[in-house]
């Protein structure tokens, strides 16, 4: 089971408390996770969203990016296809407004602020990453961990978890 965008625009109140509750709730059935999915970007979700969602239901967090084909360009005007954006440090607007465009943050600047936000630990906020959007789409066998047999799609990050270097079946094809 998945819900995309936990909190993104869902309201929580005490008497009715929606997908939220859900994530605690004794209704899930034994076995199963609930799968939802956070864009911690420093944007989109407040710091204090990612902390309830993290303390709530850990081993169902998903990060995501929302990032849009803007992501590593520099700021200014640009056309995304039909729309004019506008890169302004970390955030994109739609050209000439305050609404957001989208999100131009990288994932390991997503796990980064996750874990700051929430803090969880480098494991959480790797896995959150990694093996739960694996888990997610049934493809933990071969993805989001390191166990013998895996596709050994990596990334290498150093203790600041900045990526260092990327592999795609053990071969590595870029490096800082």
């Not at 799968?35 to 204090?48: E, K, L």
């Not at 969602?53 to 990016?65: E, F, K």
């Amino acid at each position: 089971c998945s819900h995309e965008f936990l909190l993104s625009a869902l309201q929580f109140h005490h008497r009715d408390p929606g997908i939220v509750g859900l994530l605690t709730s004794d209704q899930v059935p034994a076995g199963r996770t609930v799968y939802y999915g956070m864009i911690a970007d420093g944007i989109h979700t407040n710091p204090a969203a990612l902390r309830i969602a993290h303390r709530a239901h850990p081993s169902g967090l998903v990060l995501v990016t929302d990032a849009i084909t803007a992501m590593g360009l520099p700021p200014g005007r640009h056309t995304l296809g039909q729309q004019v954006i506008e890169i302004q440090g970390p955030h994109a607007y739609v050209a000439g407004t305050t609404t957001l465009s989208g999100s131009i943050a990288t994932m390991d600047m997503c796990v980064r602020h996750f874990k700051h936000a929430s803090g969880c630990s480098v494991e959480e906020a790797l896995e959150a990453a990694s093996l739960h959007p694996a888990q997610l789409l049934g493809l933990s066998h071969r993805k989001g961990n390191l166990d013998f047999g895996s596709d050994a799609d990596l990334v290498l990050l150093d203790d600041t978890l900045n990526v260092k270097a990327t592999f795609i079946s053990g071969e590595e094809v870029w490096r800082k």
